[in-house]
């Protein structure tokens, strides 16, 4: 059974950072794709940064870019995201989510596992 578990939300005032994790087990994503998306209250689901299996390639939301960073350990399986200088607007759940195949790292329905998400709530 393949399981996806995300740790490191919590409360952070603005301007502050957190480190979100997010271990894959159950089979190996080292090949392909890994992708944070969040989702705040009333709102739909949305893309914040995905890597794919070569660490070197990376592709963020303009809303995140350059505050956040994506990463990820093939040898452990696990996908990380920096998020540093954050805003109120950055509150939300987020989502790890991992593919089977290469394309579409954007939309939500080309994931096909997700973790059960981690809140992260950014105070003014």
């Known amino acids: 059974q393949v399981q996806l578990v995300e740790s490191g939300g919590g409360l952070v005032q603005a301007g502050g950072s957190l480190r979100l994790s997010c271990a894959a087990s159950?089979?190996?994503?080292?090949?392909?794709?890994m992708g944070w998306f969040r989702q705040a209250p009333g709102k739909e689901r949305e893309f914040v940064a995905a890597?794919?299996?070569?660490?070197?390639?990376?592709t963020y939301a303009d809303s995140v870019k350059g505050r956040f960073t994506i990463s990820r350990d093939n040898a452990k399986d696990t996908v990380y995201l920096q998020m540093n200088a954050l805003k109120p607007e950055d509150t939300a759940v987020y989502y790890c989510?991992?593919?089977?195949?290469?394309?579409?790292?954007?939309?939500?329905?080309?994931?096909?596992?997700w973790g059960q998400g981690t809140q992260v709530t950014v105070s003014s």
């Open positions: 989510a991992a593919k089977t195949t290469q394309r579409g790292l954007y939309a939500v329905d080309s994931y096909n596992f």
């Open positions: 159950g089979r190996t994503f080292s090949s392909y794709p």
């Open positions: 890597i794919r299996w070569s660490a070197s390639s990376t």
